[in-house]
């Protein structure tokens, strides 16, 4: 059944969402990657909600002109627009108050949702007995896609995603240092309306399969993950897309097998296994790496700081670090050295001088910033250098 | 206003007031810390937290649902805080990415879970149900003092009004560390204060007002309240303690004329009936942030 | 000789005795990523004395600082005051962090900044009583901000925020002051009232550190210093710490624009 639903075999309707939730996904993906990396991620979570209203006015106004009030390009049009007033506000509350951006972002998106939910109450009455379905733009609903929507939406995905090829160096610019884009003549106010007016429209197109309140995941969640694996912004961003489009087609075609598996939320979720997995399992950034290297760290510190205390006659205080000397067989239990322990202090000892004649020499000095307490000088210098260095330690010694 | 107000609408607007003011309160810590939307994240998780309390007890009792809700809003809380540490993932992001992934498996769980004539589904934790939280045994203003008619106040009143105060008290109790923590985290630390437990109380303490305030009113106010009343209030006044009065103040307004607008605005417009109380309530906190964006003394850094 | 004959064959050597020392690191590492910042850091703080923190940008001064008032937490080694535990003896230790570090749109006035000074006398609930208040204005005045008592904080100029940073360590009436830069970013007027306040303390016999980065001072300012990049690379009395040599070693072959302006 899975397999059927992965390679397109549960028949049209399943196909066509899948199509579009892929495209969505990818198209969110990439997008989202540029949001993030301005850090801006909750930007789009003002944007998905502020689309409430301009959708429900849409269908009052199709109602009133005597339509159905179900035309998807029309709705999609309305809150288009009601999110752009959304986003002038948030921008605009920066700009005219003292509030800082993420309580603008809150004051948004609650106080549009909330004007949302009151027009949907006044459909709701003028269309007594019949079922308007805009509940459905809130978690998305695919039961009974048609063509047209299907298309709309992949053809939507697939604008979003040319321009936002167009505009990926400019927007890397921008998010990488404002300043610097600004000296280099980019209009950075024009560059951020066009990345929201990116992220607006794959809010518009995702309102029909994932729904507003769950549009932002497409737009977060992939980027997010994305960043775990690379350093570099251009693949955050295809690596981004990729995430979004996997995300997109498993998450379709996996709530195609059971009736009780809606598409948005399976959709999201697929998205954030993604994230989870990235997140402890990537190699560089994974917090797995992170927490062993970390470890690896504070070991070394210890081992190294109890060998120096060895060398110095000190005492050794912290358990840690007696552990450490004890385990490397560099002590014995009573705390006494052992002869290992002795050649190790002596190495360490020799290792510290030579570091600190290092930066009294004026032709190695520079060098003097790889030295981080745990590097051993013979990884820095050449044998020359060693030498150099040695020959003006030994008369020094020999005072 | 007669007997007829205490009976259909005097129960709604005080659990409206108690609402508000209890998430107006801990958000003026929030906006502060600029972490607002952490008020945005735990409402969110609302609907998994009862959706899992469900599951678990098979019932709608208030007391589960509560618990499951802030169990909820806990682990999203420290999720996101783990993902912003460990993941070096900038905040606003990992907020993004806990409390949409907690939605979706809420949804996803509400639709697996046969909840055929219990009355648990999304929009209700999306907008409550404030219109419905009558007091039937009121018989007019007199029942204020007629022990066996408050004992049919709804629960929801003495719940919300509990909640209120217990936010109040351990804001009155705390005041100090929670201002010192708030501007200065470093010198607080060395003063020896718990700095990050005193960020979680905060939290905690917007997530109870939230846990309270969602059953009988509804995620969006409380996202709304948590934000709109306080930064409006910021903009009046630059004390403290005058904003915390503020935003009390525009608290109170925006439930009453919300509640009022929604019940009776439409009538006077010649509609016959009502609109959302709650989405009424948010769109009067907002309007009344708007106009202390344009005409507040204290707008402008 | 050679060091290793100083490891006794017989056992541990006896512990050090830290209690005349106001503030005593031992072994001190402190790492954020994957190399430490601070690197097996001894520091010893003479009592009585104003002691500079100097060091090259990025060189560990306001981390070994943090680390010192246990606001970050070391990788290895211990801190004590006294000789005794940090955690101890914080009623003793006042703290100036750098201005940068707080947000001065915080809705609140001059006189609450210096008043939280007083918290650990005032705890949660005891109410503040004039003497309370003399004293936050006591401390002000000593600063030479007594009239912007009432002022928003957000409205003050850098120098004056420093002021009122400096007036709430004051009110901790403590016996050691820490300061993070109390320097950077100050008109001249503040520099000179800001020091003529530390010495007025050290007179007292209270010990002052500060992190300071502007080596033209340091003679006029300091009377010891320690100079720091990732490890301890000097220490003492400005006129045997802050030499040629020292300064060399610290600050390597990027003999910056502070070394030129002590030579000028």
């Known amino acids: 059944m899975l397999l059927d639903a992965l390679t397109l075999q549960l028949g049209y309707n399943a196909t066509l969402v899948a199509i579009g939730a892929t495209m969505l996904g990818v198209a969110a993906g990439a997008v989202g990657a540029f949001l993030y990396l301005r850090k801006r991620a909750l930007v789009s979570d003002a944007v998905s909600h502020a689309t409430l209203p301009g959708l429900a006015l849409a269908f009052l106004v199709l109602v009133a002109l005597g339509g159905d009030g179900r035309l998807l390009p029309v709705l999609m049009l309305g809150s288009a627009l009601s999110s752009w007033v959304g986003l002038w506000l948030v921008s605009w509350m920066g700009r005219a108050t003292r509030l800082s951006e993420d309580a603008a972002i809150g004051a948004v998106l609650s106080v549009f949702f909330g004007f949302g939910i009151v027009l949907l109450t006044v459909i709701q009455t003028l269309s007594a007995g019949r079922q308007a379905g805009l509940e459905g733009f809130l978690l998305g609903s695919t039961a009974g896609m048609l063509r047209g929507d299907a298309l709309l939406i992949a053809a939507g995905g697939a604008l979003v995603l040319a321009a936002t090829f167009v505009l990926r160096r400019p927007l890397l610019m921008i998010a990488f240092d404002e300043g610097h884009a600004e000296v280099q003549g980019l209009n950075v106010r024009a560059l951020d309306l066009m990345l929201m007016t990116l992220v607006m429209a794959v809010t518009v197109v995702g309102l029909k399969i994932v729904g507003l309140i769950l549009i932002v995941a497409l737009l977060i969640i992939p980027p997010v993950a994305a960043r775990f694996w690379t350093e570099d912004a251009t693949t955050v961003a295809l690596l981004s897309g990729l995430f979004g489009g996997l995300s997109g087609y498993a998450g379709a075609a996996l709530s195609a097998t059971a009736p009780d598996l809606p598409t948005g939320p399976i959709i999201v979720l697929m998205a954030f296994a993604l994230f989870a997995a990235s997140l402890f399992f990537a190699p560089s950034r994974g917090i797995l790496a992170a927490a062993l290297r970390h470890r690896r760290l504070q070991h070394r510190v210890h081992l190294r700081q109890g060998l120096l205390a060895l060398a110095h006659g000190q005492p050794v205080y912290e358990r840690l670090t007696q552990r450490m000397l004890r385990d490397h067989g560099l002590v014995r239990a009573d705390g006494v050295a052992t002869e290992a322990g002795r050649r190790a202090a002596a190495a360490a000892l020799r290792d510290e001088a030579r570091w600190q004649e290092l930066r009294r020499a004026d032709t190695l000095s520079e060098l003097a910033p790889r030295d981080d307490g745990l590097t051993r000088i013979e990884e820095v210098l050449t044998r020359d250098q060693l030498a150099e260095l040695d020959a003006r330690l030994t008369p020094r010694e020999a005072l | 206003m007669g007997a007829e107000f205490v009976t259909l609408s005097l129960t709604p607007i005080l659990i409206g007031c108690f609402a508000a003011m209890a998430c107006a309160l801990p958000g003026n810590f929030l906006l502060l810390r600029r972490q607002s939307l952490i008020g945005d994240a735990i409402s969110h998780v609302v609907l998994p937290g009862i959706v899992v309390a469900f599951l678990v007890t098979g019932t709608i009792a208030a007391l589960p649902m509560m618990a499951g809700a802030a169990g909820a809003a806990l682990v999203s809380v420290l999720l996101i805080e783990a993902i912003r540490r460990f993941g070096k993932v900038e905040s606003g992001a990992a907020m993004g990415v806990v409390f949409t992934a907690m939605f979706a498996g809420g949804v996803l769980l509400l639709e697996q879970t046969d909840t055929s004539g219990v009355h648990i589904d999304v929009e209700h934790a999306l907008y409550g149900n404030l219109e419905s939280l009558i007091w039937l045994d009121a018989t007019g203003w007199g029942s204020l003092l007629d022990p066996l008619a408050l004992a049919g106040l709804p629960p929801e009143a003495l719940r919300m009004a509990a909640t209120f105060a217990v936010v109040a008290v351990l804001t009155w109790l705390f005041w100090r560390p929670l201002k010192l923590a708030t501007f200065d985290e470093g010198f607080a630390r060395a003063l020896g204060l718990p700095t990050d437990l005193i960020g979680l109380g905060i939290v905690v303490m917007a997530a109870l007002a939230a846990v309270a305030a969602f059953d009988a009113v509804g995620s969006i106010i409380v996202i709304a309240m948590f934000i709109c009343p306080p930064a409006a209030a910021r903009l009046m006044t630059n004390r403290l303690e005058a904003q915390i009065g503020w935003s009390m103040l525009f608290a109170l307004l925006s439930a009453i004329l919300g509640y009022v607008l929604a019940g009776y605005g439409p009538l006077w417009l010649g509609a016959t009936a009502s609109v959302s109380a709650a989405g009424m309530i948010a769109t009067v906190s907002g309007v009344i942030l708007g106009l202390a964006a344009l005409f507040a003394p204290h707008r402008r850094a | ?264």
């Open chain 3, 1 to 264: 000789m050679s060091p290793l004959d100083l490891v006794t064959d017989h056992g541990q050597p006896v512990r050090e005795d830290l209690g005349h020392l106001p503030l005593a690191l031992r072994g001190v590492t402190v790492s954020y990523g994957a190399e430490p910042v601070v690197f097996s850091v001894d520091m010893s703080v003479a009592p009585g004395a104003m002691t500079a923190i100097i060091g090259p940008n990025g060189a560990g001064k306001s981390t070994l600082l943090k680390a010192a008032l246990g606001v970050v937490k070391p990788l290895a080694g211990r801190v004590t005051a006294w000789g005794a535990p940090l955690a101890s003896q914080r009623a003793r230790i006042a703290y100036v962090p750098q201005r940068a570090s707080v947000d001065w749109d915080f809705p609140t006035q001059v006189r609450d900044v210096v008043l939280m000074g007083l918290y650990r006398e005032l705890g949660l609930l005891r109410r503040v009583r004039a003497r309370h208040m003399d004293k936050v204005m006591a401390c002000l005045d000593r600063v030479g901000m007594a009239e912007f008592a009432d002022r928003q904080i957000g409205q003050l100029s850098g120098g004056q925020q420093q002021r009122v940073f400096l007036a709430r360590a004051l009110a901790q009436e403590a016996d050691l002051y820490l300061l993070d830069e109390p320097f950077a970013g100050v008109d001249a007027a503040t520099e000179a009232a800001i020091i003529a306040v530390l010495k007025s303390l050290r007179d007292e016999g209270k010990t002052v550190v500060a992190v300071h980065h502007d080596l033209s001072t340091v003679e006029a300012y300091f009377d010891r210093v320690f100079l720091i990049n990732r490890r301890r690379m000097a220490e003492g009395p400005v006129a045997e710490a802050f030499t040629d040599e020292t300064l060399r070693a610290t600050y390597g072959g990027r003999l910056g624009d502070g070394l030129v302006a002590r030579a000028g």
